[in-house]
C-alpha cells in the first residue's frame, strides 16, 4: 500500500477503539482513562502501533486526499479486517 502513513493511523485508532471498549463495559468513567493508559504502556506491540501512528499522522490529509481507488479500496479492506475484532472488544 502506497499510503502506509494513513493506515497505520488508522489500525492505531481501531486498536485504541477496542482498547476503550475493553475498558468501559460498565460505562466510561474517570478511572477508565488510567486502565486505559495502564494497558497501552504495557502492550508493546500497541505502543509501537500508536508511536509509528502519531509519528506520521501529519501526513495522512495529503496522502488520503491523493489517495487512488484502488489504495482507498486496500484501505477499506484494513478496516474491515478489523471488524470481528472490534464487535469482540464490544461483546467481552
Not at 9 to 32: H, N, P, R, Y
Not at 59 to 75: H, Y
Request: proline share 2%; net charge negative; charged share 25%.
Amino acid at each position: 500500500m502506497a499510503n502506509q502513513n494513513t493506515k497505520e493511523v488508522v489500525v492505531a485508532l481501531l486498536e485504541f477503539t477496542c482498547e476503550i471498549a475493553k475498558v468501559s463495559k460498565d460505562g466510561i468513567q474517570t478511572s477508565d482513562a488510567l486502565v486505559l493508559w495502564a494497558s497501552i504502556q504495557n502492550n508493546e506491540d500497541l505502543k509501537a502501533k500508536f508511536i509509528a501512528a502519531f509519528d506520521e499522522i501529519k501526513s495522512v490529509p495529503e496522502e488520503i486526499k491523493n489517495m487512488s481507488w484502488e489504495e482507498k479500496s486496500e484501505l477499506a479492506i484494513a478496516l474491515l479486517t478489523y471488524l470481528p475484532k472490534l464487535i469482540n472488544a464490544f461483546k467481552k
